[in-house]
């Protein structure tokens, strides 16, 4: 069994994102497993106060995307 994979940010290999104080972040973020038939979930731990950020899922339970968007303060 191979371990399920998250993509970086967009789709690459990235793990930070710079953005100006005061300025809207978004991107989004992919699961896959090499394992054929595995059930994925995808969820956020609510560590950046929800009034300034959201995370939604969509796709399915197999190829599960998350998008994330932040208004930053300055």
């Given at each position: 069994?191979?371990?399920?994979?998250?993509?970086?940010?967009?789709?690459?290999?990235?793990?930070t994102?710079?953005?100006?104080?005061g300025?809207?972040?978004?991107?989004?973020?992919?699961?896959?497993?090499?394992?054929i038939?595995?059930?994925?979930?995808?969820?956020?731990?609510?560590?950046?106060?929800t009034?300034?950020?959201?995370?939604?899922?969509?796709?399915?339970?197999?190829a599960?995307?998350?998008?994330?968007?932040?208004?930053?303060?300055?």
């Open positions: 069994n191979n371990n399920p994979i998250l993509s970086g940010i967009d789709k690459t290999t990235a793990d994102k710079t953005v100006c104080a300025s809207q972040v978004c991107f989004e973020i992919f699961g896959s497993d090499l394992d038939g595995q059930k994925l979930t995808m969820n956020w731990d609510y560590a950046i106060d009034s300034r950020a959201s995370f939604s899922v969509s796709g399915d339970s197999v599960p995307k998350g998008r994330f968007c932040w208004n930053t303060q300055t």
